[in-house]
């Protein structure tokens, strides 16, 4: 008799739980993610700042449960479900049948319908996008390098919109990355003319913080020269600029959008009912409505805290509902009841720069300051997958410290923005040098 | 009064090292090159078969040169040249002037003209190149995961055209890849199905080695499960399969170029006497005919040995042509006649495998196995550019040895092809099943 497939939709942090977890029991497991490989979210901007490289933030999935093997992994994109059948429908026309499934698939960036910005944003959610986003940025010194009248076209104004954690940290890496690594790197820019600029429309930054700590953050990126706007919302943007609602307008090329997330388009797909951000209602222990062997989890669900509330959507409520929820799936197998899901706050945590973060513990224990980024660090290092990338982090951070380093300044492939190229192509006058061999324009 | 400016056309190994060269005499240096960093080519098909990072084997070039302030560097193409106004014409508009000029851009693909091979092979000589192919290959295997039909079709077909060190080496990888490592990943997929099919035309292998070297590598090769076809010539190419000369065809998705270079396209542009291959006519002292002030260098240049021929295109041509032209310069400018240019052989190694490489001294002192192989991984750690490459690239080789790990197997971008996805659109039936939310196709 074979035993019970568990089918899990995506490998994010809740999902490779999951199937830890599940790898355990007598069921057999396939993981299911659009991408061969798991992405450490919350350093995907170090990608981005070029402080550390694609290869060290993600992992393949297929490595990680090796040796497990009930576990096996399918590269493929979920497009639809037939409850009837109890079969998910894939991309490439395939079909996967289930006993049980667990929607992991996580979030995708919400651009709140504002007019240019899905067209001209670059947003940080997945390797590829910080690659593109690295290559973008540092492209626009490359081009002030090589065309200074550009600064006053904005090319090193660099505008970050939404001042949660992602967009905090993402100002103060790049301010980082400017003044400390590629100050020394450019001689005809005057790198101290590059501005990073944090928009936030609530009237303070990480407001799911304390108030100490999030007037904290608000010094230390102020002192160290990021330009914080509160109270300030986006109206629009477009290739040139972007536009405050106030009438104030930014020149710029890079619009780096961390304003927020909503729940994978799948969930939409999927025909159930969905919440604010389309985040997928789920029991109290997890399963879907009318569907007890269905289960959402992470980022994509609205499970709820003691208070009836969505927990927010970070990695260890994904973590925790992922081990509950493969509890339940075992509780059934024995015909035993399920249980409801009991989130444990274990507190958070957000960097700002150099020796400079803020750790809050559910004790009301709260700091800030270089102990708080020591520990950010280590909680960081400890949850990536692999220790093979765990030491090479380890030796990227110890590196750039030491030496203000970042090695990986790398401009690839799609991210080569050409601004000089596009201008000259568009007012190119008729040639009268004499080039040897080349066709004149 | 203003000093001299050098400007040096490519970041490979003869214009990195020339650059250094002229950073300690009174002149100011411009480094030119399409890419902001410096790619270590000899580990190019390191990326490709996942064993290493492209941050690893690639060096902002800013970065090497941060301390030498007559050093500095502009990203473009160089599209043509003024002789009359010794100035380039850059691919932006712009024009740059020189008095003294060094052309080392280098080599690009040869595909001679094969109809269908330049549309359809991977070729390997750009980081961006090595990362496509290493998301092609594991797609591949994806593929055949999710679908084992498609190992008839030759999707897990791997035909690497070139036997000279490149292609060897890139066989031998591919091989170490799939059967130490890809072979743990996948449960549907019978690894040992995957095959390296290594063509060349010539009668041996690393035809440029001595007899004895050339017999090692293709018993070698042969005895680990390549199969190597020697005096085989690839007719023509296209999506589904490569066709051989002698009539045979092997179904495949992968082919890999390694069979040829020839100078870079610059080399067209300049109006110069070019030799086979394109490459560029130079004096003994590796000035240009009729422009005492212009050199070539590397494999853009046809530099010759004491017999009058054309030496090899190697990077230890261009590092040693390099350190040359630097000097003749210094000459030039203190009034003194130049010298000829004398190359000194130091010798060549290729690698195979794990333990297995060859190595060839100049005096007539050959060693094969796994003594030339760790002096060829001592050797490639010396020459990389910039000390954490060199520390982050040693502790990955330990990783990839001792636990026979390739973490860097992901699948980015632009290299995801998806076989199943193509076939399925070709073939999709129109759709029975009820599916909650998805449009019928």
């Known amino acids: 008799m074979a035993l019970p497939r568990v089918v899990i939709i995506g490998a994010g942090f809740g999902g490779l739980k999951a199937a830890e977890k599940l790898s355990k029991m007598p069921v057999e497991v396939l993981l299911i993610d659009r991408n061969n490989y798991h992405t450490f979210q919350p350093l995907l901007y170090q990608i981005?700042?070029?402080?550390?490289?694609?290869?060290?933030?993600?992992?393949?999935?297929?490595?990680?449960?090796?040796?497990?093997?009930?576990?096996?992994?399918?590269?493929?994109?979920?497009?639809?479900?037939?409850?009837?059948?109890?079969?998910?429908?894939?991309?490439?026309?395939?079909?996967?049948?289930?006993?049980?499934?667990?929607?992991?698939?996580?979030?995708s960036n919400n651009f709140f319908g504002i007019e240019g910005v899905e067209e001209n944003a670059f947003p940080l959610k997945s390797v590829e996008e910080a690659v593109r986003m690295r290559s973008h940025v540092i492209s626009q010194f490359e081009a002030a390098d090589a065309d200074p009248s550009l600064v006053a076209e904005g090319v090193l104004n660099f505008v970050v919109v939404g001042g949660g954690a992602t967009g905090v940290e993402m100002a103060g890496a790049l301010h980082e990355l400017f003044h400390l690594v590629l100050a020394h790197d450019y001689r005809n820019v005057d790198v101290s003319q590059a501005r990073v600029i944090l928009v936030e429309a609530a009237d303070g930054l990480l407001t799911a913080f304390s108030s100490k700590s999030q007037r904290y953050a608000l010094e230390v990126l102020r002192e160290r020269g990021v330009e914080v706007m509160l109270?300030?919302?986006?109206?629009?943007?477009?290739?040139?600029?972007?536009?405050?609602?106030?009438?104030?307008?930014?020149?710029?090329?890079?619009?780096?959008?961390?304003?927020?997330?909503?729940?994978?388009?799948?969930?939409?797909?999927?025909?159930?009912?969905?919440?604010?951000?389309?985040?997928?209602?789920?029991?109290?222990?997890?399963?879907?409505?009318?569907?007890?062997?269905?289960?959402?989890?992470?980022?994509?669900?609205?499970?709820?805290?003691?208070?009836?509330?969505?927990?927010?959507q970070v990695a260890q409520v994904a973590i925790q509902g992922a081990s509950h929820v493969a509890r339940q799936i075992e509780r059934q197998m024995r015909g035993q009841p399920m249980r409801d899901f009991r989130y444990r706050d274990l507190g958070m945590m957000a960097t700002i720069g150099r020796h400079a973060a803020v750790?809050?513990?559910?004790?009301?224990?709260?700091?800030?300051?270089?102990?708080?980024?020591?520990?950010?660090?280590?909680?960081?290092?400890?949850?990536?997958?692999?220790?093979?990338?765990?030491?090479?982090?380890?030796?990227?951070?110890?590196?750039?410290?030491?030496?203000?380093?970042?090695?990986?300044?790398?401009?690839?492939?799609?991210?080569?923005?050409d601004p000089l190229r596009e201008q000259a192509e568009a007012t190119m006058p008729a040639a009268s040098v004499d080039v040897a061999g080349v066709p004149q324009r």
């Open 359 to 417: 750790t809050e513990l559910p004790t009301k224990l709260r700091f800030t300051g270089f102990l708080a980024w020591l520990a950010w660090l280590f909680l960081h290092l400890m949850y990536l997958v692999g220790f093979r990338n765990r030491l090479n982090v380890f030796i990227n951070w110890m590196w750039n410290y030491f030496t203000y380093d970042r090695s990986a300044r790398l401009i690839l492939g799609d991210g080569r923005v």
């Open 231 to 312: 109270d300030t919302k986006v109206a629009r943007a477009d290739t040139r600029a972007v536009y405050l609602a106030d009438g104030r307008e930014i020149p710029t090329k890079t619009l780096i959008w961390a304003a927020g997330i909503r729940a994978n388009p799948l969930a939409d797909a999927l025909g159930v009912a969905q919440t604010r951000g389309g985040r997928i209602v789920v029991n109290r222990d997890l399963s879907l409505p009318d569907h007890r062997n269905v289960f959402a989890i992470g980022d994509i669900a609205a499970s709820l805290d003691e208070q009836g509330e969505p927990l927010p």
């Open 48 to 107: 981005a700042t070029a402080g550390l490289d694609p290869e060290e933030v993600a992992h393949s999935v297929r490595g990680v449960f090796q040796g497990q093997h009930n576990v096996d992994f399918r590269m493929g994109t979920v497009e639809g479900l037939s409850w009837e059948r109890q079969t998910l429908w894939m991309a490439d026309g395939s079909l996967i049948s289930f006993d049980y499934l667990i929607i992991a698939a996580g979030a």
